[in-house]
């Protein structure tokens, strides 16, 4: 399975973004798919995902503010931000697994594949 992520950019507090991940390969309809993000020193942390299609999990930081769905046709998943912050400065990772259990979403070593990161940068 390949994970592609795109969609970073730098834009100015209370801005929006749209971050997409394709994912590519030996996909199936157990597929959980989750955004991780890492800022300069500190640990990756979760985002937010969608478990095996069905259920849409969040970061309190980001709750009401960023929005999960899913193009099952396409296989992509897609992070729609809006009222950026500076605290949401990341390299943002896509993630995927075909067999995590739901007690383990929000753990980065639960998952089998990753993307390679797309940076989002907000300016005050």
């Known amino acids: 399975v390949q994970l592609q992520a795109s969609g970073g950019g730098l834009v100015q507090a209370g801005d929006s973004l749209r971050l997409s991940c394709a994912a590519s390969g030996r996909t199936s309809s157990a597929f959980t798919m989750t955004w991780f993000r890492q800022a300069p020193g500190k640990e990756r942390e979760f985002v937010g995902g969608i478990f095996r299609r069905t259920t849409t999990h969040y970061a309190d930081s980001v709750k009401g503010r960023f929005t999960l769905y899913r193009d099952n046709a396409k296989n992509t998943m897609y992070l729609q931000m809006n009222n950026l912050r500076p605290e949401d400065t990341a390299l943002y990772y896509c993630?995927?697994?075909?067999?995590?259990?739901?007690?383990?979403?929000?753990?980065?070593?639960?998952?089998?594949?990753w993307g390679q990161g797309t940076l989002v940068t907000v300016s005050s």
């Open positions: 993630a995927a697994s075909s067999t995590i259990v739901l007690s383990s979403l929000r753990t980065p070593s639960s998952y089998s594949y």
